[in-house]
Protein backbone atom coordinates (compact mmCIF):
# COMPACT_ATOMS: atom_id res chain seq x y z
CA UNK A 1 0.00 0.00 0.00
CA UNK A 2 1.11 3.31 -1.55
CA UNK A 3 1.00 6.23 1.59
CA UNK A 4 1.54 9.67 0.78
CA UNK A 5 4.45 11.35 3.16
CA UNK A 6 2.31 13.22 4.94
CA UNK A 7 1.51 10.83 7.30
CA UNK A 8 2.08 9.72 10.63
CA UNK A 9 2.92 6.24 11.37
CA UNK A 10 3.16 5.46 14.88
CA UNK A 11 4.77 2.06 16.10
CA UNK A 12 3.52 -0.17 18.47
CA UNK A 13 -0.50 -0.35 19.39
CA UNK A 14 0.25 -0.96 23.35
CA UNK A 15 -1.27 1.99 25.13
CA UNK A 16 1.35 4.52 24.75
CA UNK A 17 1.44 3.89 20.75
CA UNK A 18 -2.09 4.28 20.60
CA UNK A 19 -2.67 7.13 23.30
CA UNK A 20 0.17 8.96 21.22
CA UNK A 21 -1.85 8.12 17.96
CA UNK A 22 -5.25 9.84 19.30
CA UNK A 23 -3.20 12.71 20.32
CA UNK A 24 -1.74 13.38 16.78
CA UNK A 25 -5.01 12.59 14.74
CA UNK A 26 -6.65 14.51 17.16
CA UNK A 27 -4.23 17.16 16.52
CA UNK A 28 -4.83 16.86 12.27
CA UNK A 29 -2.49 14.54 11.56
CA UNK A 30 -3.22 11.25 9.29
CA UNK A 31 -2.39 8.56 11.87
CA UNK A 32 -1.64 4.51 10.93
CA UNK A 33 -0.58 2.95 14.24
CA UNK A 34 1.59 -0.10 12.47
CA UNK A 35 1.92 -3.39 14.78
CA UNK A 36 3.41 -6.94 14.98
CA UNK A 37 1.40 -7.60 17.38
CA UNK A 38 -2.96 -7.14 17.91
CA UNK A 39 -4.26 -4.62 20.26
CA UNK A 40 -5.50 -7.30 22.94
CA UNK A 41 -1.48 -9.04 22.72
CA UNK A 42 0.22 -6.33 23.98
CA UNK A 43 1.89 -5.83 27.73
CA UNK A 44 -1.10 -3.19 27.98
CA UNK A 45 -3.55 -5.89 27.88
CA UNK A 46 -2.51 -7.47 30.85
CA UNK A 47 -1.57 -4.80 32.73
CA UNK A 48 -3.59 -3.71 36.20
CA UNK A 49 -4.20 -0.41 35.20
CA UNK A 50 -3.73 1.55 38.41
CA UNK A 51 -2.47 5.43 37.62
CA UNK A 52 0.48 5.22 39.83
CA UNK A 53 3.93 6.28 39.06
CA UNK A 54 6.22 2.19 39.19
CA UNK A 55 9.59 1.64 38.29
CA UNK A 56 9.66 4.86 35.46
CA UNK A 57 12.17 7.28 35.40
CA UNK A 58 13.21 10.18 35.46
CA UNK A 59 10.84 10.77 38.11
CA UNK A 60 10.60 14.42 37.50
CA UNK A 61 9.16 14.21 34.21
CA UNK A 62 7.20 11.27 35.19
CA UNK A 63 5.76 12.66 37.57
CA UNK A 64 4.48 15.63 35.40
CA UNK A 65 3.91 12.86 32.60
CA UNK A 66 1.52 11.34 35.48
CA UNK A 67 -0.02 13.91 37.12
CA UNK A 68 -1.53 15.38 33.26
CA UNK A 69 -2.62 11.78 32.69
CA UNK A 70 -4.28 11.74 35.96
CA UNK A 71 -6.23 14.70 34.92
CA UNK A 72 -7.30 13.10 31.61
CA UNK A 73 -8.20 9.98 33.07
CA UNK A 74 -10.27 11.53 35.95
CA UNK A 75 -12.43 13.08 33.14
CA UNK A 76 -12.89 9.37 31.33
CA UNK A 77 -13.82 8.08 34.50
CA UNK A 78 -17.37 9.79 34.45
CA UNK A 79 -17.70 7.46 31.35
CA UNK A 80 -17.09 4.20 32.83
CA UNK A 81 -18.43 1.59 30.61
CA UNK A 82 -17.37 3.46 27.29
CA UNK A 83 -13.46 4.14 28.57
CA UNK A 84 -12.95 1.74 31.07
CA UNK A 85 -11.39 4.23 33.31
CA UNK A 86 -13.16 4.62 36.90
CA UNK A 87 -12.63 6.55 40.37
CA UNK A 88 -11.82 4.06 42.91
CA UNK A 89 -10.12 4.79 46.72
CA UNK A 90 -7.17 2.72 47.81
CA UNK A 91 -4.21 2.34 49.87
CA UNK A 92 -0.71 2.25 49.07
CA UNK A 93 1.25 1.04 51.60
CA UNK A 94 5.10 0.20 52.92
CA UNK A 95 7.20 -0.64 55.36
CA UNK A 96 8.81 2.91 55.94
CA UNK A 97 7.38 4.03 59.95
CA UNK A 98 7.58 7.87 57.75
CA UNK A 99 5.67 7.99 54.69
CA UNK A 100 6.64 11.30 54.37
CA UNK A 101 10.19 10.76 55.02
CA UNK A 102 10.89 7.96 51.91
CA UNK A 103 13.04 9.13 49.42
CA UNK A 104 11.15 7.99 46.09
CA UNK A 105 10.84 10.79 43.95
CA UNK A 106 7.29 11.32 44.25
CA UNK A 107 7.17 14.24 46.37
CA UNK A 108 5.85 15.77 43.30
CA UNK A 109 3.24 13.49 42.97
CA UNK A 110 1.98 12.99 46.50
CA UNK A 111 1.15 16.78 46.42
CA UNK A 112 -0.51 16.78 42.90
CA UNK A 113 -2.84 13.79 43.75
CA UNK A 114 -6.18 15.41 45.05
CA UNK A 115 -7.20 14.28 48.29
CA UNK A 116 -4.23 12.31 48.98
CA UNK A 117 -3.55 12.29 52.66
CA UNK A 118 -1.18 9.59 54.99
CA UNK A 119 -3.28 7.10 56.23
CA UNK A 120 -4.15 6.12 59.67
CA UNK A 121 -3.16 3.20 61.46
CA UNK A 122 -6.37 1.56 61.78
CA UNK A 123 -6.48 2.59 57.89
CA UNK A 124 -3.84 -0.19 57.33
CA UNK A 125 -3.54 -3.93 57.56
CA UNK A 126 -1.26 -5.98 59.71
CA UNK A 127 2.87 -5.25 58.84
CA UNK A 128 2.64 -2.25 57.17
CA UNK A 129 3.81 1.09 58.92
CA UNK A 130 2.89 3.64 56.64
CA UNK A 131 0.75 4.25 53.46
CA UNK A 132 -1.01 6.84 51.80
CA UNK A 133 -4.72 7.29 50.88
CA UNK A 134 -5.80 8.16 47.38
CA UNK A 135 -9.03 8.42 45.03
CA UNK A 136 -7.29 7.64 41.81
CA UNK A 137 -7.75 6.58 38.35
CA UNK A 138 -8.05 2.69 37.80
CA UNK A 139 -7.96 1.22 34.55
CA UNK A 140 -9.80 -1.57 33.12
CA UNK A 141 -6.89 -2.01 30.11
CA UNK A 142 -8.90 -4.03 27.63
CA UNK A 143 -11.64 -2.20 27.95
CA UNK A 144 -9.92 1.25 27.55
CA UNK A 145 -7.86 -0.03 24.72
CA UNK A 146 -10.35 -0.80 22.76
CA UNK A 147 -12.03 2.77 23.49
CA UNK A 148 -8.65 4.27 22.62
CA UNK A 149 -8.98 2.07 19.18
CA UNK A 150 -12.71 3.31 18.62
CA UNK A 151 -11.59 7.55 19.88
CA UNK A 152 -8.31 6.94 16.59
CA UNK A 153 -10.79 5.50 14.14
CA UNK A 154 -13.53 8.15 14.99
CA UNK A 155 -10.39 10.79 14.32
CA UNK A 156 -9.44 9.56 10.83
CA UNK A 157 -6.82 7.03 12.20
CA UNK A 158 -6.19 3.36 11.58
CA UNK A 159 -4.45 0.34 13.03
CA UNK A 160 -2.46 -2.48 10.64
CA UNK A 161 -0.59 -5.70 11.65
CA UNK A 162 2.76 -5.58 10.60
CA UNK A 163 6.60 -6.19 11.05
CA UNK A 164 9.08 -3.29 10.90
CA UNK A 165 12.49 -4.39 10.23
CA UNK A 166 14.00 -0.66 10.78
CA UNK A 167 12.65 2.85 11.54
CA UNK A 168 14.21 3.30 8.17
CA UNK A 169 11.76 1.23 6.69
CA UNK A 170 9.00 3.77 8.44
CA UNK A 171 10.52 6.55 7.59
CA UNK A 172 10.15 5.41 3.49
CA UNK A 173 6.69 5.72 3.88
CA UNK A 174 5.71 8.88 6.36
CA UNK A 175 7.33 11.95 6.67
CA UNK A 176 6.61 11.27 10.97
CA UNK A 177 7.47 8.41 12.98
CA UNK A 178 6.78 8.07 16.42
CA UNK A 179 8.43 4.86 17.95
CA UNK A 180 6.51 3.58 20.56
CA UNK A 181 7.51 -0.14 20.23
CA UNK A 182 8.21 -0.49 24.03
CA UNK A 183 10.60 -3.61 24.47
CA UNK A 184 10.76 -4.03 20.63
CA UNK A 185 13.14 -1.21 20.83
CA UNK A 186 15.66 -3.73 21.85
CA UNK A 187 16.08 -4.91 18.26
CA UNK A 188 14.16 -2.20 15.75
CA UNK A 189 17.02 0.43 17.00
CA UNK A 190 19.44 -1.51 19.00
CA UNK A 191 18.57 -0.18 22.15
CA UNK A 192 20.26 -3.17 24.50
CA UNK A 193 19.04 -0.25 27.65
CA UNK A 194 15.67 -1.77 27.18
CA UNK A 195 14.91 -4.94 29.25
CA UNK A 196 11.85 -6.86 30.39
CA UNK A 197 10.81 -6.53 33.94
CA UNK A 198 8.41 -9.86 33.96
CA UNK A 199 5.24 -9.54 36.16
CA UNK A 200 2.43 -12.24 37.12
CA UNK A 201 -0.65 -11.82 38.31
CA UNK A 202 -4.04 -13.74 38.89
CA UNK A 203 -6.92 -12.84 38.44
CA UNK A 204 -9.96 -14.32 40.93
CA UNK A 205 -13.67 -13.75 41.46
CA UNK A 206 -14.55 -11.27 44.19
CA UNK A 207 -15.31 -11.71 47.02
CA UNK A 208 -16.55 -8.16 47.43
CA UNK A 209 -13.22 -6.47 47.48
CA UNK A 210 -14.04 -2.50 46.50
CA UNK A 211 -11.37 -0.39 47.22
CA UNK A 212 -7.64 -0.89 45.44
CA UNK A 213 -4.83 -2.25 47.65
CA UNK A 214 -0.76 -1.92 47.05
CA UNK A 215 1.93 -2.78 49.04
CA UNK A 216 4.71 -2.61 47.00
CA UNK A 217 8.41 -0.84 47.52
CA UNK A 218 10.09 0.81 44.49
CA UNK A 219 12.19 -2.03 43.02
CA UNK A 220 11.25 -4.59 45.30
CA UNK A 221 10.96 -8.28 42.93
CA UNK A 222 7.68 -9.50 45.15
CA UNK A 223 4.82 -7.31 45.44
CA UNK A 224 0.91 -7.65 46.98
CA UNK A 225 -1.68 -5.63 45.47
CA UNK A 226 -5.53 -6.41 44.70
CA UNK A 227 -7.25 -4.42 42.04
CA UNK A 228 -11.10 -4.43 41.40
CA UNK A 229 -11.65 -4.53 37.92
CA UNK A 230 -15.14 -5.47 36.25
CA UNK A 231 -13.95 -8.91 34.94
CA UNK A 232 -12.63 -9.57 38.51
CA UNK A 233 -9.60 -8.94 41.30
CA UNK A 234 -6.24 -8.82 39.78
CA UNK A 235 -3.79 -10.01 42.48
CA UNK A 236 -0.10 -9.40 42.08
CA UNK A 237 2.52 -9.48 41.74
CA UNK A 238 6.10 -9.93 40.81
CA UNK A 239 9.28 -7.47 39.07
CA UNK A 240 11.81 -9.77 37.45
CA UNK A 241 13.97 -8.25 36.02
CA UNK A 242 15.36 -9.91 32.25
CA UNK A 243 12.92 -12.52 32.79
CA UNK A 244 11.53 -13.08 29.20
CA UNK A 245 9.09 -15.98 30.11
CA UNK A 246 5.11 -15.22 29.19
CA UNK A 247 4.27 -18.86 31.11
CA UNK A 248 2.40 -18.78 34.26
CA UNK A 249 4.95 -20.06 36.67
CA UNK A 250 2.11 -21.75 39.17
CA UNK A 251 4.21 -21.85 42.37
CA UNK A 252 4.71 -18.06 41.57
CA UNK A 253 0.75 -17.83 40.94
CA UNK A 254 0.81 -19.76 44.73
CA UNK A 255 2.95 -17.18 46.51
CA UNK A 256 0.96 -14.10 44.77
CA UNK A 257 -2.20 -15.45 46.47
CA UNK A 258 -0.90 -16.20 49.79
CA UNK A 259 0.90 -12.93 49.68
CA UNK A 260 -2.08 -10.84 49.31
CA UNK A 261 -4.35 -13.31 51.56
CA UNK A 262 -1.94 -11.69 54.31
CA UNK A 263 -3.37 -8.41 53.72
CA UNK A 264 -6.77 -9.37 51.94
CA UNK A 265 -7.94 -12.58 53.94
CA UNK A 266 -10.61 -13.11 51.77
CA UNK A 267 -8.72 -13.67 48.43
CA UNK A 268 -7.37 -17.09 50.25
CA UNK A 269 -10.28 -19.18 48.98
CA UNK A 270 -11.25 -17.05 45.99
CA UNK A 271 -11.86 -19.19 42.75
CA UNK A 272 -8.78 -18.40 40.33
CA UNK A 273 -10.23 -17.25 36.66
CA UNK A 274 -6.53 -16.72 34.80
CA UNK A 275 -2.91 -16.45 34.93
CA UNK A 276 -1.51 -13.45 33.01
CA UNK A 277 2.47 -12.71 32.55
CA UNK A 278 3.00 -9.48 30.80
CA UNK A 279 6.49 -7.91 30.03
CA UNK A 280 7.23 -4.36 31.10
CA UNK A 281 9.51 -2.38 29.06
CA UNK A 282 11.65 -0.94 31.68
CA UNK A 283 15.00 1.65 30.52
CA UNK A 284 17.19 3.44 33.14
CA UNK A 285 14.97 6.69 32.05
CA UNK A 286 12.44 6.75 29.49
CA UNK A 287 13.38 7.63 25.71
CA UNK A 288 10.92 10.61 24.71
CA UNK A 289 13.02 12.78 22.37
CA UNK A 290 13.22 13.50 18.28
CA UNK A 291 15.69 12.93 15.44
CA UNK A 292 16.03 12.58 12.04
CA UNK A 293 16.21 9.79 10.32
CA UNK A 294 18.82 9.05 7.37
CA UNK A 295 15.95 9.61 5.01
CA UNK A 296 14.90 12.95 6.69
CA UNK A 297 11.87 11.57 8.47
CA UNK A 298 11.04 12.80 11.76
CA UNK A 299 11.25 10.39 14.00
CA UNK A 300 9.60 10.53 17.62
CA UNK A 301 11.27 8.16 20.44
CA UNK A 302 8.57 7.44 22.98
CA UNK A 303 9.45 3.97 24.49
CA UNK A 304 11.01 2.74 28.20
CA UNK A 305 8.12 3.16 30.47
CA UNK A 306 8.62 0.41 32.97
CA UNK A 307 5.37 -0.41 34.75
CA UNK A 308 3.79 3.28 34.25
CA UNK A 309 2.05 2.87 30.87
CA UNK A 310 -0.80 4.09 31.28
CA UNK A 311 -0.21 5.89 34.21
CA UNK A 312 1.97 8.35 31.83
CA UNK A 313 0.57 7.77 28.43
CA UNK A 314 -1.49 11.37 28.06
CA UNK A 315 1.21 13.38 29.37
CA UNK A 316 3.77 11.58 26.96
CA UNK A 317 1.34 11.46 24.31
CA UNK A 318 0.74 15.73 24.29
CA UNK A 319 4.76 16.02 24.78
CA UNK A 320 4.66 13.88 20.84
CA UNK A 321 2.71 16.59 19.51
CA UNK A 322 4.88 19.32 20.76
CA UNK A 323 7.76 17.77 19.26
CA UNK A 324 5.91 16.81 15.97
CA UNK A 325 4.69 20.86 16.21
CA UNK A 326 8.12 22.09 16.97
CA UNK A 327 10.19 19.76 14.19
Known sequence: MTLNT????VIGAGVIGLTSAVALAEDGHRVRVVSRDAVAATTSAVAGGLCWPYRIRPYERAVRWAVRSFEVLAELAGRPQETGARMVTGTMAGASTDPGAADDGLAAWYDAVPGLRHAAADELPEGCASGWRARTPLVDMPAHLRYLERRLAAAGGVVVRRELRSLDEAGRAAAVVVNCSGLGARSLV???????VQGQLVIVDNPGVREWFVAADQGAEQTAYALPQPYGLVLGGTAWEDAWSREPDPEVADAIVARCARYVPEVA???????RVGLRPARSSVRLEAERLPGGALCVHNYGHGGAGVTVAWGCAEEVVRLVRDA
Do not use: K, T
Open 6 to 9: DDVW
Open 190 to 196: ADREVHP
Open 269 to 275: RARVLAH
